[in-house]
């Protein structure tokens, strides 16, 4: 039997114990704080770091997808490592099988773990409150989000939703967005953990690195990233 290991962001904690659950799986996990999303050059590094401590793996499955490149570069020094081939993990809950998500434009997301993220734009919005005052902090979220329209709340089926709807709700209130509710999925975690490894997947020998091209892109492609750091 394979020895794998998953490494695996925070913010997915909900919809990956929930593929845990429906696949039996009993990979260990080392899960990586969302704190290191805003930054893709120290995401790359932890991840790094973390791929060069683990032993005796014969995988390693990544519970991220490209996330703005934070994860091009990683050298699989100790393992193989199996990535999904999506954008990053918005990308991976809203996907069908068989079908490339397409992102609605203009729009932030949201899930229960990027609203209780440390770096959640709930939060950050509280802390430029503290620092600046309301009138400054509208300012500078009308600024800082004057390319988004809408506010997407995910029901990845890994949560209750209803319960994460008035805080949406207050989101969107204070940042000016229009709140939407769409359906996500857990597939790609399930697929993750069970295999078949095959188009949906970069994988990357043990000895290789982590290029854009393993992902379908080049390096002209741009990244969305839905972090806002202040």
Request: aromatic share 10%; proline share 3%; charged share 25%.
């Amino acid at each position: 039997m394979l020895n794998n290991v998953v490494i695996a962001c925070h913010t997915l904690s909900d919809e990956l114990n929930l593929a845990y659950a429906l696949t039996n799986c009993t990979y260990p996990v080392i899960w990586i704080d969302s704190e290191y999303h805003s930054d893709p050059n120290k995401l790359r590094k932890k991840l790094q770091e973390t791929v060069d401590s683990v032993k005796d793996a014969d995988n390693l499955l990544f519970a991220y997808g490209c996330c703005g490149n934070g994860l091009v570069g990683i050298h699989a020094s100790t393992a193989n490592l199996i990535i999904p081939k999506t954008e990053d993990c918005i990308s991976m809950v809203m996907s069908k099988p068989g079908e490339k998500y397409e992102r609605v434009k203009e729009t932030y997301f949201l899930t229960k773990g990027w609203i209780e993220s440390s770096k959640s734009i709930s939060k950050e919005f509280e802390n430029a409150l503290k620092k600046y005052g309301l009138k400054k902090t509208k300012m500078i979220f009308e600024i800082m989000l004057k390319n988004y329209k809408y506010l997407m709340l995910i029901d990845t089926g890994a949560y209750n939703v209803a319960e994460y709807i008035p805080k949406a709700e207050e989101i969107a209130r204070m940042t000016s967005l229009k709140l939407l509710l769409e359906k996500g999925d857990i597939w790609f975690l399930i697929k993750l953990l069970k295999g078949p490894y095959d188009e949906d997947f970069c994988v990357v020998k043990k000895g290789e690195k982590v290029t854009v091209e393993h992902f379908g892109f080049t390096d002209k492609d741009s990244f969305h990233q839905d972090s806002i750091i202040l």
